[in-house]
């Protein structure tokens, strides 16, 4: 069975740790590798290899860096099918969301590209008499990243082009149910003519986490994942010195006014609810049902449901995978047992549908007559569960929203121009959509929720994330008189 191992220095570097955790494909229940650990010695070495490839890495030109940053995304595009395919393998997620998953990565090398633009500085001739004032961007150093097993590919996308592309060089340290995909494209960067060093990839499990949180030289951390091990992240990597950006998780709501189209309404529920499994953090985990839209949104999402397709992500036929492990399996079914006793009404359980496998897969499950005292409307299931809460006015359903602990992003379903302006000034969220249920930003923007979806003040990628990997710099410089210089510069003299 392969043994997937860290690249560190630009080669492939086996463990020495002794300690391994199985892969699993989650389509058949099947180990298909086993991951290797990292040991407190080897993430060590991931450090000091990158600490030495920085001291050359930040002196690289931006038209050397841009470069390479171009023949990276080349690469990616077009090995993007093998990148889905270890996505399919080890996530589980269907190959269409696979491919989407790398397009969106794609995007933030593409705004990395133009990483000379986003470092020019500003300057000031003369602020006092032969005094000039100018700032610069230099990079931080050492950087890391902890990535989530839902976006193995996209997520460390989000960080590493950035990153690298502003002087810092970049460990990533994914997570270790999926670990081929992200171990895939550093390898690409390699190809691409990184040095070594620039981009290393540890495997590991918290004992690797927290000798990054503590290490000295490591001076910035990103992470995405849960909002209790995004706030240990945070006050671990800030407790010593470290720069950090968080971001956990979250509790998406729909408002659906009853001026809605309810087929685009239902479409984008269903959608949003179930791709991917419902794993992601933009997942709309909650429709808010305003007023007597309620029934028929229910009806036209219950329709499209029993028409949902799930399967195993390699077949072209299915629009859902299974679960990432037995585990996340079994937790979502329980969650829905939940809500039955707590006494929503149940549409549609996915805990009925059969499958024919040894698989991680559950059906999907829609709960109505929702109320926010469940444990279905306050914690965050992450599966494919959708909850319909019923309300009476626009007001209440914008306050659920404020009242929620998460505030990554919501969404309004609504003809009314006047109502969507409204909504996007009062949702309290980072990450707002009017009719599009996943307001994920493009590449030139930036990506991060509110409340306890952030920790930390700076969200990921985009500017936000050049703005991360960078600190700023003043000089002020004072030059004698031009006239008064040994050096004759043409200058009229007194004579």
């Known amino acids: 069975m392969e043994t997937i ?21 989650p389509a058949t ?3 298909t590798a086993s991951l290797a650990m990292a040991s407190l010695a080897e993430v060590d070495a991931a450090v000091a290899s990158s600490q030495a490839a920085f001291q050359e890495w930040r002196h690289v030109s931006l038209a050397r860096r841009i470069k390479l940053m171009h023949a990276f995304r080349n690469l990616l595009e077009v090995n993007q099918a093998e990148v889905a395919r270890r996505l399919t393998a080890e996530h589980g997620k269907v190959t269409s969301d696979a491919l989407g998953e790398v397009a969106r990565g794609l995007e933030n090398i593409e705004y990395a590209c133009g990483i000379a633009e986003m470092l020019k500085g500003a300057y000031n001739e003369s602020a006092s008499s032969g005094v000039d004032v100018y700032s610069v961007r230099q990079p931080l150093g050492v950087v890391a990243g902890i990535t989530p097993f839902n976006f193995p590919a996209m997520v460390p996308l989000w960080m590493i082009p950035n990153a690298i592309a502003t002087g810092n060089t970049f460990i990533l340290k994914p997570s270790e149910r999926d670990p081929s995909a992200p171990l895939f494209i550093a390898e690409l960067a390699q190809e691409a003519g990184f040095p070594p060093g620039v981009l290393n990839v540890v495997n590991g499990d918290k004992l690797a986490v927290d000798r990054l949180l503590e290490h000295p030289d490591v001076k910035a951390v990103s992470f995405v994942g849960s909002s209790p091990i995004a706030h240990y992240v945070y006050e ?19 408002i659906v006014l009853p001026d809605a189209d309810i087929d685009l309404a ?16 933009m997942a709309i ?6 007023g007597d839209v309620a029934d028929p949104l229910v009806d036209a999402i219950k329709v499209r449901m029993d028409k949902l397709v799930i399967g195993d992500g390699t077949d072209p036929s299915s629009e859902m995978g299974p679960l990432i492990t037995e585990e996340a399996r079994d937790r979502v079914n329980d969650y829905v047992g939940q809500g039955a006793a ?24 829609l709960l109505d007559n929702v109320t926010t005292d469940m444990s279905v409307y306050q914690d965050e299931i992450f599966g494919p569960v959708l909850s319909v809460v019923r309300v009476d006015t626009y007001q209440q359903g914008v306050k659920l929203i404020e009242d ?8 309004l379903f609504t003809r009314d121009g006047g109502a969507a302006r409204r909504f996007q000034e009062e949702a309290d969220a980072g990450m707002v959509g009017i009719n599009v249920p996943i307001p994920v930003p493009v590449g030139y923007h930036s990506f991060g929720g509110w409340k306890d979806s952030l920790y930390g003040d700076t969200t990921m990628y985009g500017p936000e994330g050049v703005k991360f990997y960078t600190k700023a710099k003043v000089i002020t410089s004072r030059w004698p008189d031009p006239s008064t210089s040994s ?6 003299t007194n004579d």
């Open 5 to 25: 191992h860290h690249l560190i220095d630009g080669v492939a570097s086996p463990s020495a740790s002794g300690v391994t955790k199985p892969v699993f494909n």
């Open 29 to 31: 229940g099947e180990q």
């Open 236 to 254: 671990t990597g800030s407790k010593h010195g470290k720069r950090v950006q968080a971001l956990g998780g979250a509790k998406n709501h729909m």
């Open 266 to 281: 239902a479409d984008s529920a269903v959608s949003a609810a179930y791709g991917s499994a419902g794993e992601r953090c």
């Open 285 to 290: 985990s909650v429709v808010v049902a305003v």
């Open 342 to 365: 707590a006494g929503a009404t149940v549409v549609v359980d996915g805990r009925d549908t059969q499958f024919n496998n040894n698989g991680f897969f559950t059906g999907v499950t």
């Open 404 to 411: 929620n602990r998460w505030g990554n992003g919501a969404a």
């Open 487 to 492: 050096v004759d510069l043409g200058f009229p």
